[in-house]
């Protein structure tokens, strides 16, 4: 007497659940990607809550700033792209500060701030200079490329988002329209 083998599975049934799993497994990755921008890009339009301690020891918050139009740039001394962009963004704040642009220049949690102070010192920085803990990176979005830049308006929405260098004739563009409401 044989045991009876269990027949496979056909091969059209095998073929049509492969299918169904690669859609299902497509409608996952889909609902998962646009759940991740929405709570990225969605959350990022308002200016997070964050605080910044000043090298002088003062403490500025965004809500402090709420009704300026001001550029948060995330920085670092040994970061070569921000000390290439810096001698500009001097000269954007110097030529917006009349219209009341305000500046914060955040120095990443890893620089030292005895090479903060000196450069802040030894540049004439003109604008606010800060130290972060990791703290205001991480409420922007878990910041981590250096230099990063948020442009943000009077009613606190970030306006733009530049990685690197921005191209400065766009920046001020977009600072003499949001300057100007």
Not at 113 to 136: C, H, W
Request: glycine share 6%.
């Amino acid at each position: 007497m044989t045991a009876a083998s269990p027949t496979p599975p056909s091969a059209p049934n095998t073929r049509r659940m492969s299918a169904i799993y690669r859609i299902a497994a497509v409608l996952i990755v889909g609902a998962v990607a646009i759940a991740g921008y929405f709570a990225f890009f969605g959350s990022q339009q308002r200016v997070p809550d964050a605080t910044f301690t000043l090298l002088s020891g003062q403490k500025i918050s965004t809500a402090d700033l709420k009704g300026k139009v001001y550029l948060v740039n995330f920085w670092a001394t040994s970061c070569e792209t921000c000390m290439h962009e810096m001698p500009q963004m001097v000269q954007t704040y110097n030529r917006f500060k009349g219209e009341g642009l305000e500046f914060v220049a955040v120095a990443m949690n890893y620089d030292a701030p005895v090479y903060v102070a000196n450069y802040a010192q030894t540049r004439n920085l003109p604008f606010k200079v800060a130290m972060d803990d990791g703290s205001a990176a991480k409420q922007f979005g878990n910041v981590q490329l250096t230099p990063t830049t948020f442009v943000i308006d009077r009613n606190g929405k970030i306006l733009k988002r530049y990685v690197g260098e921005p191209q400065f004739s766009e920046l001020d563009q977009l600072l003499q329209k949001a300057l100007a409401t």
